[in-house]
C-alpha cells in the first residue's frame, strides 16, 4: 500500500457541514477538531473534541453507513493530518483486523462519551456542567481563555444563561473575569460543584 501523504489545515477552517459527503477517515497526527451541532434557532452545541489518537464519530458513521454528515467540524487549532480515502478505509475494515479493532474501540469510547453528555445535559444543573468545563479548560495556573458563546456551547446552555452564572461565580470568589479571560480563584470550589458529574 502506498504511503498517504500528510495533509495540513489552518486553525478555523471548516472541514465538514450538515449534509456534506464524507471523503475519508482522518487520521489526526497533530492539532485538535471540535465536532457540534447548530439548532434551527442558532444554538450551537458542542458534541466532542477529536485530538491525536482519536477518531470522529461522525465520520465512522458517515463511512460506515453511507450517510451524509449531521453535523459541523472545524479545526480548532492548526491540523496536520493523514486522510484515508473511503475505498481504502472500507478495504482495511474488512481485511485487517488491527485497523478493525481501532476503529470500533475508539467508536465505542466516542459513543459512551456521548451518551455521558446527553445525561449530563439532561440531569445536571447549569452550575455543575459550567463548573466542570471551567476546570477542564483550565492551565495549571487556573486561567483559561473562552468567551461565553464558546462556554455556552460546551455544556449546551445559551449564552445570557452562562454569563448570568458566571457572574454567580465571580459574586461567590469562585473565579475572576477579564475580557475574553476567566481566573479560577477557587477551583476547589468549583469542584464541589461539579463532583456530580
Not at 482495511?92 to 459512551?112: C, H, K
Not at 459574586?171 to 476567566?182: E, F, N, P, V
Request: some cysteine; charged content about 25%; proline content about 3%.
Amino acid at each position: 500500500m502506498a504511503r498517504l501523504p500528510e495533509m495540513r489545515v489552518e486553525g478555523g477552517k471548516e472541514l465538514f457541514a450538515p449534509g456534506a459527503a464524507c471523503q475519508g477517515f482522518l487520521l489526526l497526527l497533530d492539532g485538535r477538531v471540535r465536532v457540534g451541532v447548530t439548532a434551527k434557532n442558532g444554538r450551537r452545541l458542542l458534541l466532542y473534541r477529536v485530538a491525536p489518537g482519536e477518531t470522529c464519530v461522525q465520520t465512522t458513521l458517515c463511512l460506515m453507513g453511507g450517510l451524509d454528515y449531521s453535523a459541523e467540524g472545524v479545526a480548532e487549532t492548526d491540523l496536520r493530518f493523514v486522510l484515508i480515502p473511503a475505498p481504502l478505509f472500507e478495504r482495511l475494515l474488512r481485511e485487517s483486523p488491527d485497523f478493525a479493532r481501532f476503529v470500533f474501540e475508539r467508536f465505542g469510547a466516542r459513543m459512551a462519551e456521548m451518551t455521558r453528555l446527553i445525561e449530563t445535559i439532561a440531569f445536571l444543573r447549569v452550575d455543575a456542567r459550567l463548573a466542570a468545563a471551567l476546570i477542564a479548560r483550565a492551565d495549571g495556573q487556573g486561567e483559561l481563555t473562552a468567551t461565553h458563546q464558546e462556554l455556552a456551547e460546551d455544556i449546551g446552555a445559551a449564552r445570557e444563561v452562562v454569563s448570568r452564572q458566571l457572574a454567580v461565580f465571580r459574586r461567590t470568589g469562585l473565579l475572576r473575569l477579564a475580557r475574553g479571560k476567566i481566573s479560577l480563584t477557587d477551583r476547589a470550589g468549583l469542584a464541589d460543584l461539579a463532583c456530580v458529574i
